[in-house]
């Protein structure tokens, strides 16, 4: 008879890492169609972790600092702002035109314990990075049996 190993606290993760994603995309899309119009963009992002913390690293060039706004709720970090046209001649006629302006949202679900204490922000080279301390405490999973 043959063993099939089925791990269903990685089916699980991947399935709510999918909804997250599913979500956060329907809540953007929803933004952008009542909102913000058609001056919508979604500057791309990378996170991951390192044994210490968590690491937002957003790609936002021509941003300036003062028109970026970094908001953490209970397990959600927003992060939004403006990226301002910087031609000021009126556009005649436009023979190429692939950067994204306007505003911008992107959220963020941070799935491990976090310390709200630490928490930090640094905008260099076009790149916002943000760096989430991660929470000592053990997160829910396998509990030892003693004897």
């Known amino acids: 008879m043959n063993r099939i190993k089925i791990d269903i606290q990685k089916d699980v993760e991947k399935m709510q890492s999918r909804m997250d994603q599913m979500f956060e995309r329907l809540i953007s899309q929803a933004k952008s169609f009542c909102l913000l119009a058609d001056n919508v963009w ?3 992002l990378d996170v991951y972790e390192t ?3 968590v690491i937002i690293l957003m790609e936002i060039a ?6 970026l706004e970094i908001i953490l709720e209970r ?4 992060i939004r702002g403006q990226r ?6 009126p556009k005649m006629r436009l023979h190429q035109m692939e ?3 306007g505003m911008f949202e992107r959220v963020v679900r941070l799935s491990i314990p976090y310390k709200e204490d630490g928490i ?6 076009g790149f ?9 405490a053990k997160p829910p999973g396998k509990i030892d049996i003693s004897s």
Do not use: H
Not at 84 to 89: A, E, S, V, Y
Not at 120 to 125: P, Q, V
Not at 128 to 136: C, E, G, R, W
């Open 62 to 67: 021509g941003v300036s600092r003062e028109d």
């Open 75 to 78: 397990d959600y970090l927003t």
């Open 51 to 53: 044994p210490e913390s």
């Open 120 to 125: 930090s922000a640094s905008y260099s080279d």
């Open 128 to 136: 916002l990075k943000v760096t989430i301390p991660k929470n000592a």
């Open 42 to 44: 979604r500057p791309a």
């Open 84 to 89: 301002k046209d910087l031609t000021d001649q």
């Open 99 to 101: 950067i994204d302006y």
